[in-house]
């Protein structure tokens, strides 16, 4: 009589799955180089011993499966493969002990940290601060509520597409930007955009209620981008009070307060963006505005820019501040001291990035509802005055066929639609924080779908991230995203009609409908990264190995999946060697380590910094939005070398561009030199998933 059930650890009797044996010990095969084909020969034996130990007796428990399996191997002379097995279930029994201390049934197998991170922001919790939903309920409850807004469609079974929309964030081939996740379908105010621009006047009346508005979406979720251009500059005149104004700088501090203050419900930090004109009298103050330690650390900074300031900094000529408030011009400064000013503040603490207008009011969607002026918080989203985007993102990593020989196009195709779809509901089933906010909304109905696991993708297909190859693919990927984007949205448009500004909008000359203004962004994604087990957006990797923090000071080795995989197939793996990788996080230098491997599992920090902006480029030129990279340098990066990156992204026709010397920001969440035990290894925070390495500025 054969075994039927078997008791989990938690005492819960589930059905006895013999093919869970075979794959455990198929792991442990590989791990240490023997032959997998073995895996089935050993299981069968372990399921017969099974079989006539318990057919007359208790239920056995996974304990007792496990032993059988460690003398199984022993009988067979695989001592090293049962140290494998002991390894791996020891480590699996750590993380199944830490995940019980989090409070989180795991129904899904994640990783430790994509679990600590589901604990901290997404999963449900009741008024005692008790989880109350597991990671694929979470998913269903989304799926549910976004899947609601196809209620009154005749043509459309809400049923089927609830099913497809969680299949798709179960599987982790799509998920939406954070306050979806947060807060879809739950009692609380169901807002699941996750950025926004804010317009600010010259006046007190204009800048509090944009105070109070910043509170109310950060309180949600969200993030805010703002312009400061229309500021009266410091020391400028105020009739009405007959006083001296204190400028933009000034009110920038209560809008960075009131930022700290919120914490954005204690779940997710709040950022925002702050730009100013080149030409505002203000602008070296800004350019400077964080030279101190702490200032303005709820802001991310950006210099908005025109090709006319470009070319004059290219030519070494002279420009023209302008006072906002009487349009006048106030004195002429040298273009190229204001362009070096920024590159210097850049290299010396990460601020301010720039924002090339022109290029981004070329591609202006709706122009004849004015000019974009600001961007959400890391720039991939430029937006008018009260709009909003829903943002979600396509894993790469897994849209891979399966011999590793080309994308899975189909997959791929199928994806894009379903992610379109889900992201325009969210529109229709959005509790917006504001009037303003839902009128301008749903007037352009602006999302952004985008791309996580690109570094994954390249390596699975045998591509490095700095070769010509990886900017063609790059390219090629996103030029059929976008097109099956628009082909959805076409067919949204004329499903349920087109976005009330289309007639008015660059679009109305070249197709019948449109459901949005725009389709594509290319957004950091930070912790949905996290939870989907991939690089963040179109990074490449950060570390090759390293140490992560998890909680409470416990801290584990990570290793890349995919490098680990390689290493143990050449049969160069080992726990030294590991080690070794993690108290850098690359393999360059790493003896033992073979060329095409090194070539292959390239970092951040080792690439060149001209690839990072090539390849923002070759994403921008088929997204509609604008694309959020991180041109990541080394700490001994030179001056001359921000500079070029500056005019490389202008010239390659970016909408912005932003950097980050490493080492230059206290806080930042990537560290190679922590006063822990484990101070000689790449250090890492739980929620870090690639690109800008700071708390809080760099999540979608």
């Known amino acids: 009589m054969n075994v039927k059930k078997i008791e989990k650890r938690t005492g819960e009797i589930v059905d006895f799955q013999p093919s869970k044996i075979t794959e455990a010990i198929k792991k442990a095969l590989i791990a240490t180089d023997v032959d997998e084909g073995l895996a089935n020969q050993l299981s069968d034996e372990v399921v017969k011993k099974i079989n006539s130990s318990y057919s007359k007796r208790n239920i056995p428990a996974v304990e007792d499966v496990q032993d059988h399996v460690e003398k199984t191997l022993i009988k067979h002379n695989l001592a090293n493969v049962a ?46 601060g008790k989880i109350i939903e597991t990671p694929s309920e979470l998913f269903l409850r989304v799926a549910k509520k976004v899947a609601e807004a196809d209620a009154n469609y005749e043509d459309i079974d809400v049923e089927k597409l609830k099913n497809t929309f969680f299949n798709k964030m179960v599987n982790l081939d799509f998920l939406p930007n954070s306050p979806t996740l947060m807060n879809a379908g739950l009692a609380v105010p169901q807002q699941l955009s996750a950025c926004f621009v804010l317009p600010i006047n010259d006046s007190l009346e204009s800048i509090f209620i944009a105070v109070k508005n910043m509170a109310l979406i950060h309180k949600s979720g969200g993030g805010t981008g703002f312009s400061f251009s229309h500021i009266r500059p410091n020391g400028d005149m105020v009739k009405t009070a007959k006083g001296i104004a204190s400028g933009p700088l000034s009110f920038m501090k209560v809008f960075d307060v009131t930022t700290d203050v919120v914490k954005q419900g204690g779940r997710r930090r709040g950022a925002n963006m702050g730009v100013l004109r080149f030409d505002h009298p203000d602008i070296i103050d800004f350019i400077t505005a964080k030279d101190a330690d702490g200032a303005f650390e709820n802001f991310n900074l950006s ?76 720039g991939e989203v430029p937006l008018l005055s009260y709009e909003s985007c829903n943002l979600g993102s396509i894993n790469l990593s897994n849209m891979i066929n399966e011999d590793k020989s080309d994308v899975n196009w189909e997959k791929l195709q199928r994806t894009v639609r379903t992610g379109i779809h889900f992201l325009d509901n969210i529109i229709d089933v959005n509790e917006f924080p504001l009037k303003e906010i839902e009128k301008k909304t749903r007037e352009n109905r602006k999302i952004g779908l985008g791309v996580m696991g690109f570094a994954e993708l390249l390596i699975q297909l045998d591509i490095p991230y700095d070769s010509n190859q990886a900017l063609e693919i790059a390219q090629k990927i996103m030029k059929f995203i976008s097109e099956e984007a628009r082909k959805k949205s076409v067919e949204l448009g004329k499903m349920k009609g087109s976005f009330p500004n289309f007639k008015d909008s660059i679009w109305n000359e070249s197709y019948d409908a449109m459901r949005n203004a725009t389709v594509t962004t290319i957004a950091p994604t930070g912790t949905i990264s996290v939870i989907a087990g991939c690089s963040s957006g179109i990074e490449p990797l950060f570390g090759i190995a390293f140490v992560r923090n998890i909680m409470g000071g416990k801290k584990f080795f990570e290793v890349n999946s995919l490098f680990e995989k390689r290493l143990k197939k050449e049969n160069l793996y080992s726990n030294d060697l590991i080690k070794q990788i993690a108290r850098k996080g690359s393999v360059q230098n790493i003896d033992g380590i073979t060329q095409d491997i090194k070539s292959l599992y390239v970092t951040a920090l080792d690439i060149d910094p001209s690839v990072h902006v090539k390849m923002q480029s070759a994403f921008q030129k088929f997204t509609d939005n604008a694309v959020s990279k991180t041109v990541n340098l080394p700490q001994d990066a030179s001056l001359e070398q921000v500079k070029n990156i500056f005019l490389k992204a202008f010239e390659l026709n970016c909408k912005g561009i932003t950097l980050y010397r490493y080492g230059t920001k206290k806080n930042q969440v990537l560290s190679m030199d922590d006063d822990l035990k484990q101070s000689e290894y790449l250090n890492v925070e739980s929620d870090y998933a690639g690109g800008c390495p700071t708390i809080g500025g760099c999540e979608m």
């Open 303 to 378: 210099v908005a820019v025109t090709n006319d300031f470009i070319n004059a900094v290219k030519k070494d000529e002279d420009i023209h501040l302008v006072n906002p408030r009487t349009n006048k011009k106030t004195k002429r400064i040298s273009a190229c001291y204001i362009f070096d000013l920024i590159s210097y503040q850049a290299w010396k603490t990460g601020d301010p990035g720039l924002l090339f207008l022109d290029e981004i009011n070329k591609h202006n969607p709706t122009p004849k509802e004015g000019s974009i002026e600001a961007s959400n918080p890391c």
């Open 83 to 128: 140290k494998a097995y002991i390894l791996y279930r020891n480590k699996q029994s750590e993380k199944r002990e830490i995940k019980e201390i989090l409070g989180v049934s795991d129904d899904l197998k994640l990783s430790l940290n994509s679990i600590k991170v589901l604990k901290e922001r997404y999963l449900a919790k009741n008024e005692e």
